[in-house]
């Protein structure tokens, strides 16, 4: 591999407490080195921002559900195609890219690791077949536990409390698919909606013909994954998301939580006041104060940008919702057993009072919290917004100015409902944007050696100018470097490797396989033997995260 020196950069590694300091970097065989040879690539970084290649902890990029979404939109797919060139395949763009696209463009934005948020496990041969296409980031995905009917009776079995049957077949569940964590979306409130077709009111709801209620589903398998030891602990998509007064909900449900390990997915949606049949109002303030008191949960914003957008969900009644409210198209539909599944082409207006108050209550999330560590960057790519808008959500946090420029442009009434004009004057700092974007999701996902730039660490590394205006600086990185190869500069994609799968792993009782398969004969059309993804599909290049039993 090549050997490199980036020379004198200013450097923001914050996992090392590198703040802004002018320094070489040398990359050799993919990884960070104290030194390399007099013979290595030189580049000059004089001037220049240099950070860890960046890391999405939430985004939608591959599975059944994208590929619903790209044909469900076939008109935005014209909108910025690549074109098949040397060394690059021909892809589609528009809000949801194909495969080939969704690499190219998060390399061209400097990330170089993104997780595929929600995946039906009976879905993973799908998910694996499209994330091995898309290349030059390294990739992961999170299987959907939290309505799965098989896990349902092992709840009920152990009363709600953590049996060794629930994390056997927790740990059986990542092998058998490749997954690399656990997320839960509306827990018990998908099946619920399927069978009644209404939202769960309390945490204490009995899910209709199983006997357990979204607490003791959030209870058992975050404690069973807390217990497992898996490198990223449980990621929740909490009931209820989208309803005025769904932040008491949030709120039980981190209580519910408590004292494990937890990631709470887009926030922002998760924080509502008000009652269901009147408008919402914001209630960021307490969910950051609840934060900052439990610092064993962390959260993504899943930031609303206005313009248009594609929620694409595990969780059917937003969409149901959202098609009542007079979406033109929209698609749902049941996975057996496992989930269900929404997807809406839609567009968030500034002028309109909900629309506003949604962008107002992430960037709430985003400036009243103290720790950046804990409050991480997404918009919940494409549900608030695609991630090519990250350049400018970063403009939002940095530029004060063009900050309160947009809340002009906003629906005041809902603006009015927020911190925002309460003297809220904070910006973010570079190494806090680095925090954010790189180092603190790295750090929740347990990828040890990615979002820093320390000795050992992968040589992901992103090199920007130093622009005043923030959003162009994020926009066009000077150079990315993947594994120690540069794959962009000034602009231009050079190369395009695959990138790395990653999944985890956890030791399991074999004999477990007897517990799932009279289960999985009970609920699934697909037979047990067939149900695991087979080594073929994992093929190189890939890494597994094992996990550390507490």
Not at 161 to 167: D, H, K, P, T, Y
Request: charged fraction near 25%; include cysteine; charge should be negative.
């Amino acid at each position: 591999m090549t050997a490199i020196r980036i020379s004198g950069g200013r450097v923001h590694d914050p996992a090392n407490n590198v703040d802004g300091e002018i320094r070489d970097l040398c990359l050799q065989d993919g990884k960070v080195v104290s030194e390399v040879g007099p013979d290595a690539r030189r580049i000059d970084a004089r001037g220049m921002v240099v950070m860890a290649g960046g890391v999405d902890i939430h985004a939608h990029i591959a599975g059944p559900k994208v590929n619903a979404a790209r044909k469900l939109s076939p008109d935005e797919r014209r909108d910025h195609p690549v074109n098949r060139s040397e060394g690059l395949r021909s892809g589609t763009g528009g809000l949801v890219p194909s495969t080939f696209t969704t690499g190219y463009r998060y390399s061209l934005l400097g990330y170089t690791t993104v997780v595929e948020a929600a995946a039906p496990p009976l879905a993973a041969r799908h998910v694996l077949s499209e994330l091995r296409d898309t290349p030059m980031i390294d990739k992961a995905f999170l299987i959907l536990m939290g309505n799965n009917q098989v896990l349902f009776k092992l709840i009920r079995q152990s009363g709600g409390a953590v049996s060794s049957q629930l994390r056997d077949a927790i740990a059986w569940w990542l092998e058998a698919t490749g997954g690399y964590g656990v997320k839960l979306v509306n827990p018990g409130g998908i099946e619920l909606w399927k069978q009644e077709n209404g939202n769960v009111t309390s945490l204490d709801d009995e899910v209709t013909g199983f006997e357990v209620t979204p607490r003791q589903i959030l209870d058992a398998i975050a404690g069973a994954v807390d217990e497992l030891g898996l490198p990223h602990p449980v990621h929740i998509h909490a009931n209820n998301l989208g309803v005025p007064g769904n932040a008491d909900t949030t709120l039980e449900t981190m209580r519910t939580v408590s004292g494990r390990q937890a990631h709470f997915a887009h926030l922002q949606f998760h924080s509502y006041g008000g009652k269901p049949e009147g408008l919402p109002r914001s209630r960021a303030s307490d969910l950051i104060e609840y934060l900052a008191a439990h610092p064993e949960i962390t959260a993504d914003v899943g930031q609303v940008m206005f313009g248009p957008a594609v929620t694409m969900t595990a969780d059917g009644p937003v969409s149901a919702v959202l098609r009542d409210l007079g979406a033109d198209k929209w698609i749902n539909h049941d996975t057996e057993v496992e989930t269900g599944c929404g997807i809406v082409p839609y567009r968030y207006r500034s002028g309109n009072y909900v629309h506003a108050l949604q962008w107002g209550i992430g960037l709430e999330l985003f400036l009243l919290g103290q720790n950046p560590w804990q409050v991480m960057l997404s918009t919940d790519h494409p549900n608030g917004g695609s991630f090519l808008s990250y350049p400018k959500l970063i403009r939002l946090l940095m530029d004060r100015a063009f900050r309160e420029d947009q809340m002009a442009r906003a629906n005041q009434r809902a603006i009015q409902r927020t911190a925002l004009t309460d003297g809220l004057d904070r910006e973010y700092t570079l190494n806090e944007i680095a925090i954010i974007t790189r180092a603190g999701p790295a750090r929740r996902l347990g990828l040890r050696e990615k979002g820093h730039l320390g000795i050992g660490a992968d040589a992901d590394v992103t090199i920007y100018h130093d622009r005043a205006d923030r959003e162009e600086m994020f926009a066009t990185p000077r150079y990315v470097i993947k594994a120690g190869e540069v794959v962009v500069e000034e602009g231009e994609l050079r190369r395009s490797p695959d990138g790395l799968l990653l999944s985890s792993r956890a030791g399991f009782d074999p004999e477990v396989s007897r517990v799932l398969e009279p289960l999985f004969g009970e609920r699934y059309t697909v037979a047990f033997e067939h149900y695991p993804v087979r080594e073929a599909a994992l093929r190189e290049p890939a890494q597994v995260v094992e996990a550390q039993r507490s």
